[in-house]
């Protein structure tokens, strides 16, 4: 699903495309339950570089320090940080692609992270089925993150 192996037979897509061209173009994300973090690397400067590389990151830095409750920790490197912070900073680094995939994204988070991020979860699922106009109700409605409804 994520471009890394070629299938033995068959075919795969991913919203309608192979999925290393998903990937290509920045729209399908991951947040690994472990790893994936740059030792050395400050909370703020990881962030930088997510925003910078990838365009499915409708957010800036400031934004996702504070939506994620990494703000007090933006000067720290990332080997430094908790398990649970470490879980927040990846689901940050993620983004907002049209596909996110989750490997036990709530390791190491404390119950009331835990309950916070599922809830975030549920609303964004909510938010893009609402997203795309229904026919029989010509609505659209912002994406559930876009308003801050996903803040720790």
Do not use: N
């Not at 925003?51 to 996702?64: G, K, T």
């Not at 430094?80 to 689901?91: A, D, E, H, M």
């Not at 988070?109 to 010509?138: N, Q, Y």
């Amino acid at each position: 699903m994520l471009g890394l192996l070629r299938p033995d037979a068959g075919t795969v897509e991913v919203l309608g495309i192979r999925p290393h061209e998903v990937v290509a173009r920045g729209r399908i994300g991951v947040m690994l339950q472990d790893g994936g973090l740059m030792p050395g690397v400050t909370v703020r400067g990881l962030l930088g570089q997510a925003v910078a590389l990838y365009p499915h990151h409708p957010r800036s830095v400031d934004r996702l320090l504070s939506d994620t409750g990494l703000a007090e920790l933006s000067g720290r490197r990332v080997d430094r940080l908790s398990g649970g912070q470490s879980q927040r900073l990846r689901f940050a680094v993620a983004g907002e692609p049209d596909v996110l995939v989750l490997d036990e994204p709530t390791a190491a988070m404390d119950v009331k992270s835990r309950r916070k991020f599922w809830t975030h979860i549920r609303e964004c699922a909510v938010a893009s089925l609402r997203k795309t106009t229904a026919p029989w109700s010509g609505v659209r409605t912002p994406h559930a993150a876009a308003s801050g409804a996903w803040r720790w």
